[in-house]
T-cell receptor, first 113, second 109 residues
Framework: DTGVSQNPRHKITKRGQNVTFRCDPI?????LYWYRQTLGQGPEFLTY????????KSRLLSDRFSAERPKGSFSTLEIQRTEQGDSAMYLC???????????FGSGTRLTVV | LAKTTQPISMDSYEGQEVNITCSHN???????ITWYQQFPSQGPRFIIQ???TKVTNEVASLFIPADRKSSTLSLPRVSLSDTAVYYC??????????FGKGNQVVVIP
């Protein structure tokens, strides 16, 4: 197992387009998290899954954002009608039930032009 | 979630011990104190976690006083590759982590 994998690493899109990111967590981890990080700031929580159930969503997650984890394994984060303000690093992390820390992926850097 | 306060930045010379402080005055009984390290263009990496007193692993030591309102991350003999942002967080281990802006540590040759 090579840790948490995120694809793509970079995405440039035009404003108004839809984008989808994928996260493959560590296989035995049942918890999966999405965070967003802008320049000079710490990561901000977006949403959290335990197995396939989405248990918490941040107010940052507007109606244009949707996340899924259909089989409790990989997860996707979709942003519809992207805006320039969506430009950020999108980080995925996974953990066990009683985590001694999360394992983060390297992130997907989104640039909306 | 309990909020943490850290210095914005600090410099240290290579080979020195670096102590990074964090205040968490509103820490709850169930909260653990966790530290992460982040390099540019990478996700944060877990360093160490503790509840009270002292915790040590192969990378760092974490000192937590009895009142748990603060903590200190100690990095022994830093090298240039330890230049990174260090985040202190408190959480109960069940849900999301709340990151602040972190502490930018720069190691100088």
């Amino acid at each position: 197992d090579t840790g948490v994998s995120q694809n793509p690493r970079h995405k440039i899109t035009k404003r108004g387009q839809n984008v989808t990111f994928r996260c493959d967590p560590i296989s035995e981890h049942n918890r999966l998290y999405w965070y967003r990080q802008t320049l000079g700031q710490g990561p901000e929580f977006l949403t959290y899954f335990q197995n396939e159930a989405q248990l918490e969503k941040s107010r940052l997650l507007s109606d244009r954002f949707s996340a899924e984890r259909p089989k409790g394994s990989f997860s996707t984060l979709e942003i519809q009608r992207t805006e320039q303000g969506d430009s950020a690093m999108y980080l995925c992390a996974s953990s066990l039930q009683d985590p001694e820390g999360y394992t983060f992926g390297s992130g997907t850097r989104l640039t909306v032009v | 979630l309990a909020k943490t306060t850290q210095p914005i930045s600090m410099d240290s010379y290579e080979g020195q011990e670096v102590n990074i402080t964090c205040s968490h005055n509103n820490i709850a009984t169930n909260d653990y104190i966790t530290w992460y390290q982040q390099f540019p263009s990478q996700g944060p990496r877990f360093i160490i976690q503790g509840y009270k007193t002292k915790v040590t692993n192969e990378v760092a030591s974490l000192f937590i006083p009895a009142d748990r309102k603060s903590s200190t991350l100690s990095l022994p003999r830093v090298s240039l590759s330890d230049t990174a942002v260090y985040y202190c967080l408190v959480a109960d281990g069940n849900n999301r982590l709340a990151f602040g802006k972190g502490n930018q540590v720069v190691v100088i040759p």
